[in-house]
């Protein structure tokens, strides 16, 4: 029955995010078409870069894991209205965390894109500043949608939350079409934006069904605090994981015009798998698991956590084989068209098929986290990442001088790895004690 369960949940967050997938493929062939690999997608890529890594930061990879164990003791032990007041206290803290990060984002655009890219030339990084500008509000509209979305998955509401980011996809490719010759790059920035606010709005009828669609409340009580505090650990792992992504844009943003491009392209579609089977057993897993514990059913949270491994592993290893294998041709049908050239097919492929290493890492990694943050035990995987990026930073170094730009994508593969079997033995040890 458990394994039914979560076989079900993840199947149909699987078909959102798949549904998603897809649309995000469309877009990265409209990115392709219209722009090339070379300056202008070096710009947008980086600049959306700086409020994407906030969004991880304080978004579906901290809030929510925070958030909906809390949540579950509260519903299970206290009913719907307390749990409904505490998620309007988390609301209203949300809101004006968030806002207050966009306002300093905004302000201080050019010093975020000097550290994140000072290689740039300044004309590069003078585009690079009005497009982190113009995308940063996107952030609010994101960690907003990941409360709800904390809420619905524990509702067992699992497509609607698989395919919500459709709409953002929706909304880059319909401004990149509509008004590309008018605006430019600028087009699929404001798309960006927009869809941020639509992916949020998709989700609040069910919000209502269940009923909890409340208005915030700013207040920070106890309870507030608690997440808040659960959430710094996640957010300094995520930060620290984060540190990869940084390091590995400032080593190519030295390298020739459109390194940034080829990884950020062959990473999109290395990500698909990642989207669809780690996240979506993740996003299944920690519901499951945190009722599981509110009830103290030590058992069945162990073998929630053993079935969530077991088709992780299973699904992520057949992935990465395939991806691998098809690498070359999947680059040459999706990207190369307009203005993206078989050069770009052939540097994208071979950056995609040295980050296939790392897939089966990163979902082991993804599943792995949801059975210490379902126990509110978020210090060790950020003790895990800590690791697993100085792996990275090394590895990258000195991979970078053998392998040129591929070199930076078997590093992050190598670090998702390590990260995994950290988790892995960590977390063996910890069941095995039941030091829940």
Same mark, same amino acid.
């Given at each position: 029955m458990?394994q039914?369960?979560?076989? *079900?949940?993840a199947?149909?967050?699987?078909l959102?995010?798949g549904?998603?997938?897809?649309?995000?493929?469309?877009?990265?062939?409209?990115?392709a078409?219209l722009f090339?690999?070379?300056?202008?997608m070096d710009?947008?890529?980086?600049?959306?870069?700086i409020?994407n890594?906030?969004?991880?930061?304080?978004?579906?990879?901290?809030l929510?894991?925070a958030?909906?164990?809390?949540?579950?003791?509260?519903?299970?032990?206290?009913? *719907?209205?307390?749990? %409904?007041?505490?998620?309007?206290?988390?609301?209203?803290?949300?809101?004006v965390?968030?806002?207050?990060?966009?306002?300093?984002?905004?302000a201080?655009?050019?010093? +975020?894109v000097?550290?994140?890219?000072?290689?740039?030339?300044?004309?590069k990084? %003078?585009?690079?500043?009005?497009?982190?500008?113009?995308?940063?509000?996107?952030?609010?509209?994101?960690s907003?949608?990941?409360?709800?979305?904390?809420?619905?998955?524990?509702?067992?509401?699992?497509?609607?939350?698989?395919?919500a980011?459709?709409?953002f996809?929706?909304?880059?490719i319909?401004?990149?079409?509509?008004?590309?010759?008018?605006?430019?790059?600028?087009?699929?920035?404001?798309?960006?934006?927009?869809g941020g606010a639509?992916?949020?709005?998709?989700q609040?009828?069910?919000?209502?069904?269940?009923?909890?669609?409340?208005?915030?409340?700013? *207040?920070?009580?106890?309870?507030?605090?608690?997440?808040?505090l659960?959430?710094?650990p996640?957010s300094i792992?995520?930060?620290?994981?984060?540190?990869?992504v940084v390091?590995?844009?400032?080593?190519?943003?030295?390298?020739?015009d459109?390194?940034?491009? +080829?990884l950020?392209?062959?990473?999109?579609?290395? +990500?698909?798998?990642?989207g669809?089977?780690? $996240?979506?057993?993740?996003? $299944?897993?920690?519901?499951?698991?945190?009722?599981?514990l509110s009830?103290?059913?030590?058992?069945?949270?162990?073998?929630?956590?053993?079935?969530s491994?077991?088709?992780?592993?299973?699904l992520?290893?057949?992935?990465?084989?395939l991806?691998?294998?098809?690498?070359?041709?999947?680059?040459?049908?999706?990207?190369?068209h307009?203005?993206?050239?078989?050069?770009d097919?052939l540097?994208t492929?071979?950056?995609?098929?040295?980050?296939?290493?790392?897939?089966?890492?990163?979902?082991m990694?993804?599943?792995?986290?949801?059975?210490?943050? %379902? %126990?509110?035990?978020?210090?060790?995987?950020? +003790?895990a990442?800590?690791?697993?990026?100085?792996?990275?930073?090394?590895?990258?170094?000195?991979l970078?001088?053998?392998?040129?730009?591929?070199?930076?994508?078997?590093?992050?593969?190598?670090?998702?790895l390590?990260?995994?079997?950290?988790?892995g033995?960590l977390?063996?040890?910890?069941?095995?004690?039941?030091?829940?």
């Open positions: 458990k039914s369960k979560i076989a *079900k949940g199947f149909g967050f699987a959102g995010t549904i998603s997938r897809i649309l995000g493929f469309v877009r990265e062939i409209m990115f078409h090339g690999a070379g300056i202008l710009a947008f890529r980086v600049a959306f870069r409020p890594l906030l969004r991880d930061l304080l978004a579906e990879g901290t929510t894991p958030f909906l164990p809390v949540f579950s003791d509260y519903h299970t032990h206290y009913g *719907k209205a307390t749990a %409904a007041k505490f998620a309007s206290l988390i609301l209203g803290a949300m809101l965390i968030t806002g207050g990060i966009t306002i300093i984002g905004v201080f655009a050019p010093l +975020w000097k550290i994140v890219a000072f290689g740039f030339t300044p004309e990084a %003078a585009l690079t500043v009005k497009l982190t500008r113009i995308m940063f509000p996107f952030l609010m509209f994101i907003i949608g990941a409360l709800v979305m904390g809420i619905l998955n524990f509702f067992n509401h699992f497509f609607t939350t698989g395919v980011p459709c709409w996809n929706i909304a880059i319909g401004s990149g079409f509509l008004f590309y010759e008018k605006l430019g790059i600028q087009s699929i920035a404001y798309g960006a934006l927009i639509l992916q949020l709005a998709y609040l009828p069910l919000l209502v069904k269940e009923g909890y669609l409340t208005f915030p409340k700013f *207040k920070f009580t106890n309870d507030v605090k608690k997440v808040l659960l959430m710094l996640i792992g995520y930060g620290a994981s984060k540190i990869n390091v590995n844009t400032i080593i190519a943003s030295f390298l020739q459109g390194a940034i491009s +080829w950020g392209y062959a990473f999109r579609l290395m +990500w698909i798998p990642i669809v089977i780690g $996240v979506a057993i993740a996003n $299944v897993t920690l519901p499951f698991a945190s009722k599981e009830k103290n059913n030590y058992r069945e949270f162990k073998q929630t956590i053993q079935t491994l077991m088709y992780g592993a299973l992520s290893i057949g992935v990465a084989i991806l691998y294998l098809l690498a070359n041709p999947l680059c040459k049908i999706i990207y190369q307009g203005n993206f050239k078989i050069l097919t540097n492929s071979g950056a995609l098929k040295f980050y296939c290493f790392g897939i089966p890492g990163l979902v990694t993804k599943i792995l986290a949801t059975g210490f943050y %379902a %126990a509110k035990d978020t210090k060790t995987p950020m +003790w990442s800590f690791i697993a990026v100085a792996v990275n930073v090394c590895a990258a170094i000195m970078v001088r053998i392998l040129d730009f591929r070199g930076i994508a078997l590093a992050a593969s190598i670090s998702n390590t990260n995994a079997i950290i988790l033995l977390l063996k040890k910890k069941l095995s004690c039941r030091n829940l």
